[in-house]
């Protein structure tokens, strides 16, 4: 009578490389169909400049969290200060943005050329919501009416986010 207890079960007949490359392509194809939000393109500086406000970014809503979890209302204002355009954080700071480039113009001039105004619009939004946190926590507001306007603030990191993706220009 044959062994029946251990049956042969198929073996999928992709080598792991193979495997590997072929859901690399599935995923890059996916990322191809699926990605929709609009391009802007910047000088390489420039875009590296908005990544590194946008870490900032996550660090001020975390900080925010941070804050409301140690009643720490001193740190929920400092947190949310982190969101403020530099030139209002640290004017001298500011003066390096001054600096104008070949063409004559200042990195603030240079993005505001190319930015679509939506983009202007989100980020006064989630400003706003920052800085009226802010102004919540100086009034010592309670914890949960700040956690609800950092959940504001976020749905704004999180259109935007959907909305647009940054690209190198070259050169
Ligand atoms: C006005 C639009 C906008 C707003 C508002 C915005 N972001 Fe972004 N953020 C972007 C875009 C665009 C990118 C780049 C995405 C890409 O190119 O794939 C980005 C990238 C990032 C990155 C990646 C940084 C890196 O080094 O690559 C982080 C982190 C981030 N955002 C956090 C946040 C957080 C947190 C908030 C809200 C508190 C926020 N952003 C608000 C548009 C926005």
Do not use: Y
């Not at 001193?74 to 030139?87: G, I, Q, S, W, Y």
């Amino acid at each position: 009578m044959p062994d029946t207890r251990h049956p042969r079960i198929p073996r999928p007949r992709l080598k792991g490389a193979a495997a590997t490359v072929l859901l690399a392509l599935l995923l890059q194809a996916g990322t191809a169909w699926s990605d929709t939000r609009q391009e802007i393109i910047l000088p390489p500086a420039d875009r590296d400049h908005l990544l590194e406000h946008m870490r900032e970014f996550l660090q001020a809503s975390n900080g925010v969290l941070r804050g409301v979890l140690d009643e720490d209302m001193d740190k929920v204002v400092e947190m949310a200060r982190l969101t403020l355009p530099m030139r209002i954080r640290d004017p001298e700071a500011h003066d390096v943005e001054l600096t104008r480039d070949h063409t004559g113009r200042t990195r603030p001039e240079r993005m505001q050329a190319v930015m679509p105004p939506h983009w202007g619009s989100m980020m006064r939004q989630m400003r706003q919501e920052f800085m009226q946190i802010a102004e919540d926590a100086r009034q010592g507001a309670d914890g949960t009416r700040i956690l609800q306007r950092l959940h504001g603030a976020q749905e704004v990191c999180i259109a935007c986010h959907e909305a647009f993706r940054l690209t190198p220009s070259e050169g």
